[in-house]
């Protein structure tokens, strides 16, 4: 079975009002719709596809601050807001979404933008390649300001989670990791280091698909997680 795959950045506790998260918001989806077509339409997430297709998210300042304001967490202030976006792809290997918590000052809760990303498919195809990827991630980290993101498979997610030290970043195909986290080493090539302008760093370990089943892949992923630990980049949250 072919591995699947998701990108994601992880911030801590930030406070920020609905139009400020409306804002950010606004700023992404903008962004997103310049990276490729399966990115081009997003959808508020509903009880049924039917209902969600009725529900365009649309980069309007003053809809996305009564979106924001809608999805308040009900019983705690300090939890902010939660979004989350379809691209209404009918097939469900070939779509995609995000979940976005955003505003929550609460320490035990983190912020993110996480996407679930196609399987297989055309869309697949396209999306799941380290351009795509990384100009994702370079979207999140413009928008939300994430402390550090990853795009990785799931396969490789669960086989390096036991090593993990908890809330430290994970090092994927592509990782983002926030300026003030430190400079970046010297890396093995066929590492690529993008500079994400004022905001932070990328690192792209392969131009090919990682995946978990290449122990070249497994390996180099290990050996630039060394790098970066040694470097102190990969501190918990």
């Known amino acids: 079975m072919s591995e699947t795959y998701y990108a994601g950045g992880y911030w801590g506790p930030r406070q920020e009002s609905p139009e400020g998260c409306a804002q950010r918001l606004e700023g992404f989806l903008r962004g997103l ?3 490729d ?5 997003w959808y508020e997430t509903a009880k049924s596809p039917k209902a969600s297709l009725k529900r365009p998210l649309r980069p309007d300042r003053e809809e996305l601050t009564r979106l924001v304001q809608k999805n308040k967490d009900p019983v705690f202030d300090d939890l902010g807001f939660s979004v ?12 995609c979404g995000f979940l976005i918590r955003c505003g929550s000052h609460d320490a035990r809760t983190h ?3 996480v996407f679930s990303l196609p399987s297989r498919g055309a869309n697949a195809d396209r999306v799941l390649t380290a351009p795509v990827l990384s100009s994702t991630l370079r ?3 413009a928008a939300w300001a ?5 795009a990785m498979s799931h396969a490789h997610r669960d086989l390096v989670d036991s090593q993990r030290v908890p809330k430290s970043p994970y090092v994927g195909w592509v990782t983002y990791l926030a300026q003030h986290r430190g400079t970046v080493p ?6 690529r280091v993008e500079p994400v302008e004022g905001k932070g760093t990328l690192i792209v370990l392969t131009p090919q698909r990682f995946t978990a089943s290449n122990p070249e892949h497994v390996a180099l992923a290990e050996r630039v997680r060394g790098l970066l630990d040694q470097a102190g980049l990969l501190k918990p949250l």
């Open 84 to 95: 989350g976006g379809w691209n209404g792809e009918p097939l469900a290997h070939e779509d």
């Open 139 to 141: 979207e999140t980290a």
């Open 186 to 191: 010297p890396l093995p090539a066929p590492v």
């Open 37 to 41: 077509s399966s990115f081009a339409h």
């Open 111 to 113: 912020n993110r933008c």
């Open 146 to 150: 994430p402390d550090w993101g990853v």
């Open 33 to 35: 719709s310049t990276l």
